[in-house]
Nanobody, 125 residues
Framework: QVQLVESGGGLVQAGGSLRLSCAASGGTFSMYTMGWFRQAPGKEREFVAT????????NYADSVKGRFTISRDNAKNTVYLQMNSLKPEDTAVYYC??????????????????WGQGTQVTVSS
């Protein structure tokens, strides 16, 4: 059983940056593909970014490509999401999630078995 805890959310002005972190415990971190998803009020949870077990392969939603960067540190059991050039439409609760290693590149919520509690990101205009 993997436990995931996100941190780093907050309020930022448009054009600003935030770095989210997700600390994992209770499992072998390198066994998992890791992903970030987000959910805005009244909307379904959507894919943001994913990274494979060793960090060589990444995949991004078109809406964040070129602005967000996902990375991981397996020695620290942590995955990160660096968010630059933030826009008001990036406002959402951001969740990290873990999927089996063979789900590399997956953007489907159905493929992820473990989820964090979420961290709020609010971008003001």
């Amino acid at each position: 059983q993997v436990q995931l805890v996100e941190s780093g959310g907050g309020l930022v002005q448009a054009g600003g940056s935030l770095r989210l972190s997700c600390a994992a415990s209770g499992g072998t971190f390198s066994m998992y593909t890791m992903g970030w998803f987000r959910q805005a009020p009244g909307k379904e949870r959507e894919f943001v970014a994913t990274i494979n077990w060793i960090g060589y392969n990444t995949n991004y939603a078109d809406s964040v490509k070129g602005r967000f960067t996902i990375s991981r540190d397996n020695a620290k059991n942590t995955v990160y999401l660096q968010m630059n050039s933030l826009k008001p439409e990036d406002t959402a609760v951001y969740y990290c999630a873990a999927a089996p290693r063979y789900r590399s590149g997956s953007y489907s919520t159905n493929d992820y078995n473990y989820w964090g509690q979420g961290t709020q990101v609010t971008v003001s205009s």
